[in-house]
């Protein structure tokens, strides 16, 4: 069975600096891997997705996500944080049936001024 | 606009009493699923369906109940079973396998 590991329930950046969210990933077939954002009281919206094509990926609002197979991670970057960026992150994994969706536990970013 | 609604955003109810929060879809997705969402847990699948009158538990399937009569709904039943209903539920659905969720705003159930 599959499942994801976000490390750090709470990341905190200042405006304009580098945001980092880790997702470490585990299956044992070739994954499909998906980063989500969720504002509060909000259903999830897809950021990216990886599916076995190019390995760095980017999504909306200037994220990107990297696949490395040796290490088992899909980490989440974007260069520049902005204020709008604070929210609650999820990464996911997907076997091969879809049905096998697995969510990490979360990762709330806080962004200070 | 296509999407995802769920209803009613907010719901109240006192133990004992089962209720139904429901979720509508106009995508002409195949694949519909609730999770759950408690603080610091993430979204844990309590029921899927990959299609038409036929749907599969998922992993905190006790104390709850679905149906699939229609492509495009897919409600969830909170019954009196379910230890500990107050959450966030979130239905999404999905064009099929191996693709992205989409999912609605949530339902946040309090039981008191």
């Known amino acids: 069975a599959q499942s994801v590991t976000q490390l750090g329930s709470h990341v905190s950046v200042s405006e304009g600096a580098l945001v980092l969210l880790r997702c470490n990933y585990s299956?044992?077939?070739?994954?499909?891997l998906f980063w989500y954002v969720q504002y509060p009281n909000q259903g999830l919206q897809l950021l990216l997705k990886y599916t076995s094509a190019a390995t760095l990926v980017k999504g909306i609002n200037g994220f990107e996500a990297e696949f490395k197979k040796s290490e088992t991670s899909f980490h989440l970057t974007k260069p520049s944080a902005h204020m709008s960026d604070a929210a609650e992150y999820f990464c996911a994994v997907s076997g091969r049936n879809n049905n096998d969706m697995r969510f990490g536990a979360g990762t709330r970013l806080t962004v200070k001024p | 606009d296509g999407g995802i609604t769920q209803s009613p955003k907010y719901l109240f109810r006192k133990e004992g009493q089962n209720v139904t929060l429901s979720c509508e879809q106009n995508?002409?997705?195949?694949?519909m699923y609730w999770y759950r969402q408690d603080p610091g847990q993430g979204l844990r699948l309590i029921y899927y369906?990959?299609?038409?009158?036929?749907?599969q538990k998922g992993d905190i399937a006790e104390g709850y109940s679905v149906s699939r009569e229609k492509k495009e709904s897919f409600p969830l039943t909170v019954t009196s079973a379910q230890k500990n209903p107050t959450a966030f539920y979130l239905c999404a659905s999905s064009i099929g396998y191996l693709t992205e969720a989409f999912f609605g705003q949530g339902t946040r159930l309090t039981v008191v």
């Open positions: 995508l002409n997705h195949d694949a």
């Open positions: 299956s044992s077939v070739p994954p499909y």
């Open positions: 369906s990959q299609i038409v009158n036929d749907f």
